[in-house]
Structure formats: C-alpha cells, structure tokens
C-alpha cells in the first residue's frame, strides 16, 4: 500500500509518483505578515520576493523532481481554485514514493501569505491531473518569442538563424488575470510547469559556441579571390547576437528552470485571454496547438510532461532546423524569469473574492445565486 496522496504508477523500467496541494491565499493578515493599509504595488512586492526565495529554495533536481501550479475556474461559484502538482520518478517504486513525499514536503513549506495542504486522497489527485477533454478553439501554449530567418551567409553552414527573447519580469497585478479565468463560461485551466535544470558543461560549451557564430555573421565577412567584395553582416544575426551574449551570462550563472505555460479550456475563451496571461507572465507569445498536436498537449497536462510540440513550439520556423541547444533556450528561465510566471494565488484586503476556499465553496445542491 502507498503513502496516502501517493499516485504511482509503474512500469517495467520506471516508476512515476505524483502528489497535490491545494493553496489558497491565506486568510488572515496575521497568516500574510502583511497590514491592510499597505498599498497593492508595495504588497505585491513583498509577496513576489518571498515567493522567489521560496522557488530558490525548491530547486532540487532529485528523482527529476517537476512541479506544476494549476488554477481552475468553478463557472458555478465564479472563483478560481489552485493545485501545486508534483512528479517525481525512479526505477524502484518505493524510492520513488519516498522522493515523492518529500517533495510534497518540501512544496509544503510555502510562504506566508499562501496556505498549502496536502491532496491525501490519490483519486482526487488523478482528476486534478487529467484535463477534461481540450478544444482546440480554447487551447494556447504560452512560449518565449522565437523569431527566425534565413541567414544571408553560409560560411558557418548555418541554414536558418533564432533569436530567442527572454522573458522580461515586470510588476504586475495577476488579479486581473484571475478575475478573467473566474469569469470563463466553460472549465478552464491554466498551468504553469517548472522542471529544476542544471546546465550541464556541454550546453554552456554550446551557448559559447553560438555566442561566437552569431558574432562572426553578424560582421562583414571575409573576401576571397573569386569574389573580393566581403560579404555584409547578416542583418538578423546582428539582432539576435546580443541575445545569446545574454543568454550564455543568464543561463550559466545561477538557478534555471525548464518551463511550460499551458492554458486548456473545454471551450473558445474570451477574446484576448491568453494573450493577457503571456503579457502578465513577461511578455510571451501564444501559439495554438493544430489538431495533430492535442493529444501530445493533454499528455503534458495530464502526467506532468514537457513533450516537444514542433509546430507550436517551433513558432513556424522550417521543421526541424532548431538544434538542441536553441530548443532548450526556448524553454529555459532563470530564476528572475520563473518567479514572474509562477505566482502562488494572493488576495488584497478590500478587493472582491478571487479564490476558493472552506468558506466559500460551493454547497451541493446550491446554484451561485443562491450562495
């Protein structure tokens, strides 16, 4: 018998375990360590620094531990719930529950201003996991901006040249966000996965190696006897040079994260939704899976999984010209970057009621008039 709120799964080669959370706002200013005089701008500050040395001290990237934070409308009650889902997997079933429950544990130690208790009851776990069936009118992955061209040169044998744009942290209000998700007529998901990633040697030999590419396309070339006119600098690479400069500072100096933002509705949702959520997670893009892509989409939702999803991930480029290393960039954070994506839910003293909790969920057999 497992650990109860240990969902494990098992097969011949591995074993796979999932835990819950639910997390809500905490309901007293003595639980937030906050004063209700405090204005929005300087309490949102407070809640995101604890938030980002709560991440910090999540980083651990035993058993491949992965977390992912998901908030739900209730079109009934028109609140928002809140899960922290996490995964962890072995090739021995027991260790992978122990690394499971300490993971739980370790999720558990929130900050101040959230309430975390754990989901003990593994079928509720399943259903939290398993989306309802997605529409593809209400499908969007949120991604960090990809843009593409043909280069202009061949001397480095480069066909097709990315620039990848980081995601730029900002202080901003998720109220209005929650407030929208609240509002969707039909159940709505939006998730945010983050996976610990260490930057292994080779990636950080890599991110050199195309510092210095783009480096050498983004100048005049060299001039040779059949041609003595140098050729000019590749006009994108001279874009996106000062982008992997960046990215291999950013990327090879502290805490990162492989990350995935899905929103999943059982319906259309409201124009300008997503890309609401990519604006306040940092200024994202948002791509809609094709119908050939929405099985791959559930499965990510449904057991915690980063599956490449060409089409909507490659945002249009030519199939399979994104190397390695480029595809990890295009899901790679920092800490900074994965602090501003993954907002634990808080309320602010005076404004309406945005989250589900004991005292206000639905009574059965009650409509939301009736409440």
């Known amino acids: 018998m497992t650990t109860p709120g240990v969902l494990l799964e098992s097969s011949a080669q591995m074993s796979w375990a999932w835990v819950g959370l639910h997390v809500g706002p905490a309901p007293k200013l003595a639980d937030t360590r906050a004063y209700a005089d405090v204005a929005e701008p300087q309490r949102r500050t407070q809640t995101t620094a604890r938030e980002r040395a709560w991440l910090a001290g999540q980083w651990n990237t035993e058993s491949h531990a992965r977390w992912e934070l998901r908030f739900s409308n209730d079109p009934a009650t028109r609140l928002v719930s809140c899960t922290l889902l996490g995964r962890v997997q072995d090739p021995d079933p027991r260790l992978a529950e122990q690394a499971a429950v300490r993971l739980r544990d370790r999720l ?158 059982q319906g259309p949702v409201s124009y300008g939704f997503a890309d609401l959520v990519a604006d306040t997670v940092g200024g994202g893009v948002v791509r809609r899976p094709p119908a050939a892509e929405l099985a791959a989409a559930w499965r990510n939702l449904a057991a915690l999984n980063r599956d490449w999803l060409d089409h909507s991930y490659g945002q249009g480029s030519p199939p399979g010209s994104l190397r390695d290393t480029e595809r990890i960039l295009c899901d790679l954070c920092d800490l900074d970057e994965a602090a501003a994506a993954f907002r634990l839910p808080y309320e602010v003293p005076g404004h309406l009621p945005l989250f589900e909790t004991a005292g206000r969920r639905r009574r059965p057999g009650t409509t939301a008039a009736e409440r």
């Open 108 to 265: 558990a130690a929130a900050p101040a201003h959230v309430l975390a208790e754990p989901v003990l009851d593994e079928h509720e776990i399943s259903n939290r996991l398993v989306p309802g069936p997605l529409d593809g009118r209400g499908s969007f992955e949120v991604r960090k901006r990809l843009d593409w061209a043909p280069c202009s040169r061949r001397d480095t044998g480069r066909q097709v040249c990315f620039a990848v744009s980081p995601l730029l942290p900002e202080d901003r209000s998720w109220e209005p966000l929650w407030h929208e998700l609240a509002r969707m007529p039909q159940p709505t998901v939006l998730s945010v996965y983050l996976e610990p990633y260490a930057p292994s040697a080779a990636l950080a030999g890599e991110l050199r190696r195309l510092v210095e590419e783009y480096d050498h396309l983004a100048r005049p070339g060299f001039a040779n006897p059949l041609w003595p006119v140098p050729p000019p600098p590749d006009r994108f690479a001279q874009r996106a040079a000062p982008l992997y400069v960046q990215a291999a500072a950013r990327y090879t100096a502290g805490l990162c994260f492989r990350t995935r933002i899905s929103l999943a509705s």
